[in-house]
């Protein structure tokens, strides 16, 4: 069975600062890979995705995500945070071995110091 | 751009009553998706649909019923309510076809049981 591990449930950063989300995934076959974004109130936004090719992938928002398969994980960075960036972040993984339906992490919650 | 509405925002019922949830999406998606949201377990997937008068239980299915009688409209139903169904409920569209396809997200109900 598929399963996706955000390690981390809260992550409180300096505006201006770096932020790395981390997301383990497992899957059997080759995966499809998401990162969605929810602000407060909002449904989910897609950020990124990533199916094949280039393993560094850039999104909306100025945020990328890199595929290490060896790592089973895609961990999503951004090199400077903004206050509008505080949200919640859920990593997903699907693909045609199941039905192309999602399993998603259970979110990392980021903070946003002025 | 693509849009997913749901019926309301918030939501009170008591126990023991149907519930209705209503999501309408206008961008002629075969998929839909029913998700709850808990804090720290991320996306559960409820209920799904491949195309009109298709569903297909995903990973939490008790309790739940659903229905597709038009393609663009998936209702949830929770036969009879519970506390233990207090939750944010999200619905999701998405083209048939490659696994690659984005999900698209309504904002969501809360729905509270007392």
């Known amino acids: 069975a598929q399963s996706v591990t955000q390690p981390d449930i809260h992550i409180t950063v300096s505006e201006g600062a770096s932020l790395e989300l981390r997301c383990n995934y497992s899957?059997?076959?080759?995966?499809?890979l998401f990162w969605y974004v929810q602000s407060p109130g909002q449904g989910l936004q897609l950020l990124l995705k990533?199916?094949?090719?280039?393993?560094l992938v850039q999104g909306i928002k100025g945020f990328e995500a890199e595929f290490k398969r060896s790592q089973s994980s895609f961990n999503l960075r951004k090199p400077s945070v903004h206050w509008s960036d505080a949200a919640e972040y859920f990593c997903?993984?699907?693909?045609?071995?199941?039905?192309?339906?999602?399993?998603f992490g259970g979110g990392t919650r980021v903070l946003v110091k002025p | 751009d693509v849009k997913v509405t749901q019926s309301s925002r918030y939501l009170v019922k008591r126990t023991g009553e149907k519930v209705f949830l209503e999501c309408v999406q206008d961008?002629?998606?075969?998929?839909m998706f029913w998700y709850r949201q808990d804090p720290g377990l991320g996306l559960r997937l409820i209920y799904f649909?491949?195309?009109?008068?298709?569903?297909e239980k995903g990973d939490i299915p008790e309790g739940y019923s659903v229905s597709r009688e038009k393609k663009e409209r998936f209702s949830l139903i929770l036969e009879s309510a519970s506390t233990n169904q207090t939750s944010m409920y999200l619905c999701?569209?998405?083209?048939?076809?490659?696994?690659?396809?984005?999900?698209?997200f309504g904002p969501g109900t809360r729905l509270t049981v007392l």
């Open positions: 997903a993984v699907g693909g045609s071995a199941a039905g192309n339906k999602l399993t």
């Open positions: 999701a569209s998405r083209l048939a076809g490659s696994g690659y396809n984005e999900q698209f």
């Open positions: 961008m002629d998606h075969e998929n």
């Open positions: 649909s491949y195309d009109v008068k298709m569903k």
């Open positions: 899957y059997g076959a080759t995966p499809y």
């Open positions: 990533y199916f094949s090719g280039d393993t």
